[in-house]
């Protein structure tokens, strides 16, 4: 089993950029393929990026392209999101996921990914 934890969210005004952090533990981090997703009030859960096991491979949703950049550094166990240019449409609890390097299915689906954290808040002021 691997344990997420999500940390780096906050308010920040519309422009400015934060950066969201995910430490993972329980098994080996460079087994598994991790996943942001956010979810905003009265709205479904959507993806927001997810970035295979190596690093070698990156997806994103339309709506966050070229503004937010998904990384990781396996010697740390971390994952990372960087989110520039924000919106007031990006408030949300994002949640950070992982799923097995092996796994099939959609890097887009959240029921693809099998462990996720608690969320961590991101407001954008308009």
């Known amino acids: 089993q691997v344990q997420v934890v999500e940390s780096g969210g906050g308010l920040v005004q519309a422009g400015g950029s934060l950066r969201l952090s995910c430490a993972a533990s329980?098994?080996?981090?460079?087994?598994?393929?991790m996943g942001w997703f956010r979810q905003a009030p009265g709205k479904e859960r959507e993806f927001v990026a997810a970035?295979?096991?190596?690093?070698?491979?990156?997806y994103y949703a339309d709506s966050v392209k070229g503004r937010f950049t998904i990384s990781r550094d396996n010697a740390k166990n971390t994952a990372y999101l960087q989110m520039n240019s924000l919106e007031s449409e990006d408030t949300a609890v994002y949640y950070c996921a992982a799923r097995p390097a092996g796994y099939g299915g959609s890097y887009y689906a959240a029921a693809n990914y099998h462990y996720w954290g608690q969320g961590t808040q991101v407001t954008v002021s308009s």
């Open positions: 329980g098994r080996t981090f460079s087994n598994y393929a």
């Open positions: 970035i295979s096991w190596s690093g070698g491979r990156t």
